[in-house]
């Protein structure tokens, strides 16, 4: 079976950092671009950052950069996501999400929520 497992979601106060993980199985790890998407309630997807499969290329959305870091540790079949400097509009359930290439369908993570409140 194909999973993605994302854990580290939390409640954090606005200014701290969470590091998310998402373990994957059931499918070779090392040739799959991984990204994290999020939604906020009430609002649409947005693609927070991506890496390709060897984790030598990243992008991140413009509402993340600088604070936002994506790795991967293709040994250990996971990919990173770690958050500094969380803001109260960074609240949203954080997906991860597989993709081989763009033909074919990737593969999404059950989401873990990220709340920023003091």
């Known amino acids: 079976d194909v999973q993605l497992q994302a854990s580290g979601g939390g409640l954090v106060q606005p200014g701290g950092s969470l590091r998310l993980s998402c373990v994957a199985s059931?499918?070779?790890?090392?040739?799959?671009?991984m990204s994290w998407v999020r939604q906020a309630p009430g609002k649409g997807p947005e693609y927070v950052s991506a890496?390709?499969?060897?984790?030598?290329?990243?992008y991140y959305a413009d509402s993340v950069k600088g604070r936002f870091t994506i790795s991967r540790d293709n040994a250990k079949n996971t990919a990173y996501l770690q958050m500094d400097s969380l803001k109260p509009e960074d609240t949203a359930v954080y997906y991860c999400k597989a993709s081989l290439n763009a033909r074919s369908v990737p593969y999404w993570g059950k989401g873990t929520q990220v709340t920023v409140s003091s």
């Open positions: 059931g499918f070779t790890f090392g040739s799959y671009d």
């Open positions: 890496t390709n499969s060897g984790g030598g290329t990243s």
